[in-house]
Every structure is written in C-alpha cells, then in structure tokens.
C-alpha cells in the first residue's frame, strides 16, 4: 500500500548453486518487476562469463545496482547506496581484492555523466537497452576502463542475452517473471519511463513463446508476463496476422506445464476486446488485474496526458466485470499533480469508492527534471499531499481489508511456493496475487491445490487444505 512495496522494493538475486564458479556478482535491485527481470538476466549473462550470484555484498567481486527513477526518493537512494558501497571497496582493496561497481537501471540512463562524476567508485554505467553488453563493459572495467554505456542499442537486447541454465530457473522458483515488450511512447507528463526505457518495443512471438517454454520445463508454473505497457504489445502472430497481447495469451495458455499466467503493467486505452475475452474464456489467466488510474478527476487526467476520462475507466471495468465477475482489481494512484484542487481530489476518493480497489499503489507527485509537469504551474503543498495521501491510503486499506475479509470460508486455488517463516508453515500464492499461508503441506512445491481461506491477516491470507 506504501511506497515501501514493489516500487522502491529491493531484491538480491538468489544465489547459483554452481559451486565451482569463481568470481562473485552481487545484484541490488530496485524499482519494477522490469527490474528484477532485467537483474536476472543480468546475473545469466555474467554467469556465462563465469560468475556467481552471491547475496554477501562484501564477498564480492562485482556489485551492481538496478536502479529506479520513477521518483525523487528513488533516485537518491542509489548515492547513499553508493556511499556505503565506496567503503566496502576500500575495506576489499586493503586485503588486496578488487571490486567492480556498476549502475544500471533508470537512473543510469537518466543521469548517466553526473553518476560517473558525482561518484568516481562508479566504473560502469550501463542502461536497461544494453545489458547484453554488459559481460564486455565488466572486461573492461577490470581492465582499468570507465565505461559509460548508455545509447540507446540497435540491437534487439533480449535476442543477445543468454537464457538462464535449468537449474538457475528452478532456483528462482514456481513463478517467474517474462519481459513481453519494454519503453512507453504514452508521455504521461508525470513519468520519467519514456525517457528511461525508450520508445515502445515488443519482443517477437516466437521468442516469448521459446521463452515460456524453457521455463515451464524447468518447473516454473506461473508466468507474469511484464511491460511498462505490456497490453500495448504487438506483434505478427504466426499466422500472419496482427496479434496483440489478448492473442499472445491464448497462445501462451497451451504450452504444457504453465498452470496461471498473469501480466502487469496495463494501460486503460490498450484494453481491447481479444484481451478482454482471454478473461472471459481463459481459466488460467488470473481473475487479477493491475489497470492504473492515476487520478479520478477528467482535468487531472487531462493534464497528466492520460487521455481518457474518469468515466471511460468506469465503463471498461464495467465491461472487464460483465465477463469475469469475479475479477480483482489494483491500481496506482497519484496525489497533488499540479493543479489538483480539493475538488480534484474528492473525484479520485469518488473513482475510488465507486470501482473498489483490493490492492493498490499510491503516491504523493514527485517532480521528475525533464518531464513537462515538472515545469507546470501550481504546485500542490507538501502538507496537502500529506494529508491527501493519508486519506486516500486509508480507504484503500479499508477496501483491502474489506475483500481478504469476504474471502474467509470461501474456497479457492493456491500454488505452492516455498516454505514459510514458522516450522511446518508453507506459503502459496492465492489468484489475487496476496500470499496463503497454511500450517500444513498439501502437496509439493509447483501444485495448484485446493484450499479454504481461514482468516485474513494485513497481507497476506490463512487457509487450510481442502
Ligand atoms: N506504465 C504504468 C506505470 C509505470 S510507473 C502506467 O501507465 O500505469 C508506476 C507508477 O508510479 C505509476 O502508475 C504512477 O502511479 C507512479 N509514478 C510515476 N511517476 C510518478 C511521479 N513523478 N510522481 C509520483 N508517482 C509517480
Ligand atoms: Fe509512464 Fe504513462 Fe508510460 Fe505508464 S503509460 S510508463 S505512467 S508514461
Ligand atoms: Fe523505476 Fe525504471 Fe521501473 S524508473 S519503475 S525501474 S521502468
């Protein structure tokens, strides 16, 4: 509900089992499910080069930072991230090891030259377009380079980085994460992605398809397909026609061994009838469903660029609703765009109210340098987005309380993920993302098992097995 969620999260890559690999990489990653793909791959990359994961930052030979731009908070995270890692490195060098620091992420692409001059510990600075060429910039480096790697790579990434091993897959457990398309031409006149991520790419459907495979073989049985705009993903299908992420779905619902499929992050104007009907017709699409608003006010909207209104947002849940009633929805929202009256303000609680939300971001507006609501006049108070931002997270928790709470004595399917915190625990994850907690096992990692949900806690949910 927090800023403390996926958006400012921070993930280590888990460690390879590989033993007999030498030299060590470290991965923080911060910011969106882009990122930790992107971390992973990153990680397989290096691994081809001989290096394993390792979440003991002082062992270390290399330490890269994934980073996030999205807001002000974000980005300076990695400075004081850096601070910390510039001692680590001198505490290495007096033992006589070396240390290979490297950005990566959005905030390498955004402010590329000032990190390399705000922070000489830096020795690569790469952007999410060329991670492919990141095993080369590492060489480099260790050669005594600086590398600043940050155009924008003609070369499709993805096709150039190589998959990760089985056994890495199945380390990383029954879910993953499938990048489907990347960049964002939307410029909504808050966000820094169009000018991070670049213009809209989608990988093509063979590749995906390839992709999902290899991940279904080794175990994973829930896939998350990623954009920053992953509904506006196209493509020619291989039957010649224009395919569209609705499509891609059908097709992904086939392969043997994918039990759910979810994807994230949508845009209201990309959903189109076929998508809509894979919710209709495809029982392993989650009935979940993450559509940013952002704001509940047609002027807000407006002057964020959204370009649609309050009241088209309305009719297409109602429509999303009409085919699968039993959908869950999350949502992001901004609070104190410049401009946002009190009035504004009441039309997001009301868009709130109206639609219910069982799980949802919010945040208060951070101007971000280059993008044109930085430059807009009236600027909303920081104390009233404090008190608009309490106001609004408390009815979203009260609606997500209010859901969990509608669950308990209902009965519903889990995957089992992994063991759980307490002895004899395990946690799954239910179909609406939160996780299920059960005091017992009632079946092997990687089953879709019937449970009864027992209870709720703040967020995650108790079951037994049925
Ligand atoms: N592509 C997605 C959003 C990606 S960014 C979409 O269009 O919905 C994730 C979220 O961060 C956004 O939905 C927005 O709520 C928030 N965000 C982006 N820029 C922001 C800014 N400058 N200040 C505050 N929140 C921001
Ligand atoms: Fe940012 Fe808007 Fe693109 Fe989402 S659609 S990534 S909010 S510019
Ligand atoms: Fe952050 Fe870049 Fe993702 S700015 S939210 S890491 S696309």
Redesign the pocket.
Known sequence: MTETAW?SGETAVAPDSVQALTKKVFVKTYG?QMNVYDSQRMADALAADGYASTTDIGDADLVLLNTCH??ERAAEKVYSELGRIRAIKAERASHGRETVIGVAGCVAQAEGEEIMRRAPVVDIVIGPQTYHRLPDAVRKARAGERVLETDYALEDKFEHLPQPKPAAVKNRGVTAFLTVQEG?D?F?T??V?PYTRGSEVSRPVAQIIAEAERLAASGVREITLLG??VNAWRAEGPDGRAWGLGELLFRLAEIPGVGRLRYT?S?PRDMNDTLIAAHRDLPILMPYLHL?V?SGSDGILKAMNRRHTADDYRRLIDRIRHVRPDIALSG???VGFPGETDADFEDTMRIVRDVTFVQA?S????P?PGTP?ADMAFHVDETIKDERLQRLQALLVRQQQDFQTSLVGRSADMLIERPGREPGQWVGRSPWLMPVILDEKPGEIGDIVDVRITRTGTNSLHAEAL
């Open positions: 958006m969106c999205i807001r964002c939307k909504c808050f966000c992605v920053q705009n992050t845009h940013p952002q992001d929202f901004i971001y945040f208060k507006y951070s971000r609501g």
